[in-house]
Every structure is written in structure tokens, then in C-alpha cells.
């Protein structure tokens, strides 16, 4: 069962779906998708997997960490050169608490993935350091 689905939104000037943001460097897919969930019930159920295109940066990583409890998966497809924030997973004392599952997508949707990162970043900003990558 899917508890919430959201993309980014940092460069969107528009108004966002109800419980997200929008137009500001909060914006990130995993932000957006977690802020959907009830607090109660993030933190009385256990075994969350959270699935994401690109690794999680520092901000992303650190929600999760106090989002979730107990035994939590993180998947992601694309790894981030510049901003890998999956230290803060196991760094943390609130993260050593967690039973951490990662791992890196591979196969269809790690290409899908892939592509889908690079069409949105050349779009959205053609002169940053991963579309020029």
C-alpha cells in the first residue's frame, strides 16, 4: 500500500496539492510525501519503506530519520555526488534507534529514474552543477 506520493516542487511557482510545499528549497519530494502522513500514525507504525529517484540529501535523510520509527527501508535509484545525506541515516542518535534497510535501485526504473533526474534538472536549471555533470 502506497501512504503518500509527491515530487519536487522547489521550482514550482504555482500553488502545491494540500500538505506540500511549493517554491522553496523545503520542497523536496520526500518532504512533501512524509508531511502527507498523520504524525500519530508515522510514529505507531513500523516498517516504512521510502522509494526515491535520487538519494536523499542531508534535510530529506534527517525527516526520515524522525519521521519513521522502528525498521525502515530506503531505496533510491540515482546516488548524489554533491549532497549524499545518508550518513545522518546512522550518525545520529536518533538514527542509530532504527533498523536501516538501504540500498540502491538497479534494473528498468534505476534508468528511468536516471533519465527522469536529468530531464527535470536540465529543465529546471540548465546551469547547475548536475546538469552540467
Known amino acids: 500500500m502506497i501512504a503518500a506520493e509527491a515530487r519536487n516542487r522547489v521550482f514550482d511557482a504555482g500553488d502545491p496539492p494540500r500538505g506540500q510545499l511549493a517554491g522553496s528549497w523545503l520542497a523536496h519530494a520526500e518532504l512533501n510525501a512524509i508531511a502527507q502522513i498523520d504524525a500519530e500514525r508515522s510514529r505507531a507504525a513500523e516498517g516504512w519503506a521510502v522509494y526515491s529517484t535520487w538519494e536523499p540529501c542531508p ?19 540515482c546516488r548524489d555526488w554533491i549532497s549524499s545525506g545518508l ?13 536501516w534497510q538501504v540500498q540502491q535501485l538497479r534494473g528498468p526504473f534505476a534508468v528511468f529514474a536516471e533519465l527522469l533526474v536529468a530531464v527535470y534538472t536540465t529543465e529546471a536549471r540548465p546551469k547547475s552543477l548536475t546538469a552540467v555533470r
Open 59 to 77: 534535510l530529506c535523510a534527517g525527516a526520515i530519520t524522525v519521521a519513521f520509527r522502528g525498521r525502515v527501508t530506503v531505496g533510491y535509484a
Open 87 to 99: 550518513g545522518v541515516l546512522t550518525d545520529t542518535e536518533i538514527g542509530r534507534r532504527h533498523q
